[in-house]
């Protein structure tokens, strides 16, 4: 895969050249460009940035930058090839696991990572005519700018690419793994030594028992999603349920409506 990032600070994505999304560089796995938008400039001061129409505060990027920045990185790739336009903004979709794996079949990412109070409209209006375009949130609150965006994306992503992460099975139990867990949170997870601080270790991972253990993951994942994700619970397909998940839900307060859905009608029991 190829990602180019366009960015007034460089140096702010200095981590991708560390940890998985570096490794995955340094074997060729994902080839990452971060270009400086101000190379495409023309004027003394490099300016990239001016008041906006309408009033207000604050500054809003020019587009004639990101235009040629964004023309230069397409006539860079192969002919006829377009990349996927990933933009982080507050005031975009969720990104999700769901979406991350979406991103991580496309061959080329550019993202738009922006400052002060964003990149005039008309960017994003030009080139969703020509390529398929994403506005990304990373969550419910206002970052600075686009660039830690960049990199909670990027290494979401790149962790899904054949090959870079160490054990191909390790990410079908992830939280919010589409299909897998039931799209639940994980649970708890131990390692040696048996006792730490007088605290033991749950004491079916010690007993060999494959089903039992799968069992008990199941069962705390779902007891975690219920206290912490009620909206996973609610939202969950009932199909993907057996008898011991309905009787555990059951348990933890959830009722089960017409059409099949959990509720939880009195709220939260013990859990
Ligand atoms: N830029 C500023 N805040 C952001 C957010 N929450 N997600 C993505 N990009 C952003």
Same mark, same amino acid.
């Given at each position: ?8 600070? !460089? ?24 270009? *400086? ?50 933009? !982080? ?5 969720? +990104? ?8 991580? #079949?496309?061959?080329?990412?550019? +993202? ?35 660039? #830690? ?50 605290? *033991? ?28 994700? !009620? ?5 969950? *397909? ?34």
């Amino acid at each position: 895969m190829r990602i180019d990032v366009v960015t007034i600070f !460089p140096e702010y994505l200095e981590p991708l050249n560390v940890s998985l999304v570096g490794k995955a560089r340094a074997r060729g796995q994902l080839d990452v460009r971060v270009h *400086d938008l101000r190379q495409w400039t023309h004027d003394r001061h490099h300016t990239v940035d001016d008041t906006p129409y309408g009033g207000g505060p604050g500054m809003v990027m020019k587009p004639e930058p990101w235009g040629e920045a964004l023309d230069a990185i397409e006539a860079s790739g192969p002919q006829g090839t377009a990349p996927v336009m990933v933009v !982080p903004t507050p005031s975009g979709r969720p +990104f999700t696991q769901r979406l991350a794996v979406e991103l991580s #079949a496309k061959p080329w990412l550019v +993202f738009t990572p922006a400052r002060y109070e964003g990149i005039d409209r008309r960017v994003v209006d030009a080139y969703a005519e020509r390529w398929e375009v994403h506005e990304v949130s990373i969550g419910d609150y206002v970052l600075a700018g686009g660039e #830690a965006a960049v990199l909670v994306i990027t290494e979401a992503v790149a962790r899904l690419l054949p090959g870079v992460l160490g054990n191909a099975e390790s990410h079908r139990d992830d939280s919010f793994a589409p299909g897998a867990m039931a799209d639940l949170l994980e649970g708890p997870v131990y390692t040696k030594p048996p006792v730490w601080r007088d605290r *033991d270790i749950p004491e079916v991972l010690l007993s060999g028992h494959h089903g039992k253990i799968a069992r008990w993951r199941r069962d705390q994942a779902f007891r975690r999603t219920s206290a912490l994700r !009620p909206d996973l619970i609610e939202r969950c *397909d009932p199909a993907a349920l057996d008898k011991h998940d309905r009787a555990l839900l059951a348990e933890l307060g959830w009722t089960q409506g017409p059409d099949g859905r959990f509720g939880r009608p009195g709220g939260p029991v013990e859990e």
